[in-house]
């Protein structure tokens, strides 16, 4: 099973900034066949996807993630970060990493939330004065 543990949430005024790290392990867990992306969700409304990466390695974006957040991976793939800059309060939300095969995600579809099996419990952000 692959296993997923995020970190660095937490609260910050608007206008800040912070980085989440989603650590990757298991028995199944393969770097070569596993795509990683973030995921949120806030009180009262659906899951979200962030931010992603579909097969074709390219980063994909929420239109409101999109010029703020940058999704990236350590050099061995065993961690994916997003950094969070000039956050607003609607950012406020549980953020989740997730992993799926990467030959399912077909264009268009790096931030379908039912294209991936696995999920972590999340780490919250909170933006507020």
């Known amino acids: 099973q692959v296993q997923l543990a995020e970190s660095g949430g937490g609260s910050v005024q608007p206008g800040g900034s912070l980085r989440l790290s989603c650590a990757a392990s298991g028995y199944i867990y393969s770097t070569s066949r596993h795509c990683l992306a973030w995921f949120r969700q806030a009180p009262g409304k659906e899951r979200e996807g962030v931010a992603g990466t579909s097969r074709d390695g390219r980063p994909r974006y929420s239109d409101s993630a999109k010029g703020r957040f940058t999704i990236s991976k350590d050099n061995a793939g065993k961690t994916l970060y997003l950094q969070m800059d000039s956050l607003k309060p609607e950012d406020t939300a549980m953020y989740y990493c997730?992993?799926?095969?990467?030959?399912?995600?077909?264009?268009?579809?790096?931030?379908?939330?039912?294209?991936?099996?696995?999920w972590g419990q999340g780490t919250q952000v909170t933006v507020a004065s």
């Open positions: 997730a992993a799926a095969v990467c030959s399912g995600l077909a264009g268009g579809m790096a931030l379908a939330a039912d294209m991936y099996h696995w």
